[in-house]
């Protein structure tokens, strides 16, 4: 099919050479003309239709801002090319008065700068960070030093990859912390472009998110996916008692049975009728009432526990979904729900307002306006999270509040266009955002 739709876009050799562009009709040289399904796939990457930027486009300064590409060539023009600068990364007021963010990107950030001839140090995927240290001074959570024309086409997708990326694993983070040991799981790629997906999840689940439904996602973290059945398996099959027994004959047993019971009756009744047709192997109902016919949500959760217990059921869990955040689960939590779907509030989360700024020119300090001029370190204390913003190479202090050992949060990520970081596994860094979010108040 793919070759088909390309034939039909015009990849046609002999009408349209003059066309295309050269990297994708040329013959090599010493090889044959390549194949009319090569062709295809070669149509394909230099028109897709899907609109995103792929990642040769990105790495090579094609997904940025037109000043930049202006700004290299003057210097070019100027001899300036190799001057070397340090730029910080910092983060304005965080979104929504939130009192601290998760750092999330920092992965294809090296990917990024691999083979440009720059060091980056860099805060560790995942770490906590504030807008300012206890004294006011705006936090660096990462910096780059080199020769500034070899890198500044790379700010706009630098900044990219960090500021969303950042803002869907804070939000992550902060409806864990809200919904405690009760499962969380992430179902909110379907409100974002789909090509999105794998980050969106990856976010989700390293700010703490317990699981995740997309595929691709999943598929990225190394989990397996985790979801339930949607309204549209039991409008098509008729009856939700059907639906829910078809459920547990053809998926496989591992699956946990999660029966979806707002469809046509009221949720208690709905929910003792899973129960009695499924018995011990229903693991939950899922309540996903839309607003409209919600009322007191809470106080629905309450009458359908309520009605299993009497009846025996009280091993079945109440699953949650639609419309939640961290605002309003902990009163749906104590009102008896156990586990949650959360999809648009994390996946359409805020970004964190990153910036990037020259703070060094030729080993001078400067900056503009409103920032602070050299090199920075970021030194915390491990035991109570409070930070302080030192002069890079100054000596370890001690930490102001409880007199600790601080230890420096900006570390080498790349050297001299080498990745020299080891690079955590999600679920590595979703264990040290965990610990973390246990010093911390939403």
């Known amino acids: 099919m793919a070759e088909h739709r390309a034939l039909r ?129 705006r936090e660096p959570v990462l910096f780059i030093e080199g020769p500034y024309g070899r890198f500044c086409v790379l700010e706009t997708p630098m900044l990219g990859l960090l500021c969303q990326a950042s803002g869907v694993a804070t939000k992550a983070a902060r409806v864990k912390k809200a919904a405690g040991d009760c499962l969380v799981v992430a179902f909110g790629t379907r409100r974002m472009h789909p090509a999105l997906a794998p980050m969106l999840d990856r976010a989700a689940y390293i700010g703490g998110l317990d699981a995740v439904s997309n595929l691709v996602g999943a598929k990225l973290i190394g989990q397996k996916p985790v979801g339930t059945m949607p309204h549209a398996l039991i409008i098509v099959m008729g009856d939700q008692v059907r639906a829910w027994k078809a459920f547990d004959e053809v998926i496989e047993p591992e699956v946990p049975r999660v029966a979806l019971v707002d469809t046509y009756y009221d949720e208690k009744i709905e929910a003792v009728m899973a129960a009695e047709a499924l018995g011990e192997r229903l693991f939950a109902v899922r309540l996903d009432t839309p607003g409209s016919r919600r009322g007191d949500f809470a106080e629905i959760i309450r009458e359908v526990r309520w009605e299993l217990d009497i009846r025996g059921h009280r091993h079945v869990k109440i699953f949650v979904s639609g419309g939640l955040n961290e605002y309003n689960i902990p009163e749906l939590r104590e009102a008896g729900a156990e586990a949650f779907g959360v999809g648009t509030s994390i996946s359409n989360a805020p970004v964190v307002d990153f910036a990037m700024d020259i703070v060094e020119v030729e080993g001078r300090p400067c900056a503009k306006r409103g920032k602070l001029g050299g090199k920075k370190q970021v030194w915390r204390c491990p035991e109570c999270l409070l930070d302080l913003v030192m002069p890079f190479g100054a000596e370890a202090p001690e930490c102001p509040r409880c007199g600790g050992e601080m230890e420096a949060m900006l570390r080498p990520l790349i050297e001299d266009g080498r990745i020299v970081a080891e690079l955590p596994s999600p679920s590595d860094i979703r264990a040290y955002v965990l610990k973390q979010l246990e010093k911390v108040e939403l």
């Open 9 to 137: 876009h015009g990849i046609d050799i002999h009408r349209h050479a003059l066309e295309e562009p050269r990297h994708l009709l040329h013959a090599a040289e010493d090889g044959p003309w390549p194949s009319l399904g090569e062709l295809a796939r070669r149509y394909l990457r230099y028109h897709p239709h899907v609109h995103v930027a792929t990642d040769e486009e990105i790495k090579s300064g094609e997904a940025t801002d037109v000043y930049f590409v202006r700004t290299k060539r003057i210097l070019e023009a100027k001899g300036l090319m190799d001057v070397r600068v340090v730029a910080e990364i910092t983060p304005g007021e965080l979104p929504q008065r939130w009192p601290w963010a998760v750092l999330c990107g920092v992965e294809e950030v090296a990917r990024l700068f691999e083979g440009v001839p720059v060091n980056v140090y860099s805060m560790p995927e995942g770490t906590v960070f504030r807008h300012t240290d206890h004294r006011g001074i």
